[in-house]
Nanobody, 125 residues
């Protein structure tokens, strides 16, 4: 089970850090991703990290502002979100893929087979 936390209200230009903790399983063999869904919009890819942490992938909209990382000892994945914009307002979901991902599959929600419950991020101007 994946448990996302850390959402809340932030001002534009501010920062938040999301966490995704796993219970009942180790995340060490999984590709981990963050997706988000804004009101009235489809779920979209935000960032992903491979099992070793050696490779990361970001949506163009967050590149340079967000950083995904993982702590194997804590069985937790993080999303550090800096320079927040109003358009970052969304429910953020963490997800795990139990198989290796290649190419564009990193950004496809269908490639991930476990999902957390989501945490709301609201950015005000």
């Amino acid at each position: 089970q994946l448990q996302a936390s850390g959402g809340g209200l932030a001002q534009a230009g501010g920062f938040l850090r999301l966490s995704c903790a796993a219970s009942g399983r180790t995340l060490s063999s999984f590709v981990m991703g963050w997706f988000r869904q804004a009101p009235g919009k489809e779920r979209e890819f935000v960032a992903a990290i491979n099992w070793s942490g050696s490779s990361t992938y970001y949506a163009d909209s967050v590149k340079g502002r967000f950083t995904i990382s993982r702590d194997a000892a804590k069985n937790t994945v993080y999303l550090q979100m800096n320079s927040l914009k109003r358009e970052d307002t969304a429910v953020y979901y963490c997800a795990a893929a139990s198989q290796p991902l290649y190419g564009s599959s990193w950004s496809r929600s269908i490639a991930y087979n476990s999902w957390g419950q989501g945490t709301l991020v609201t950015v005000s101007s």
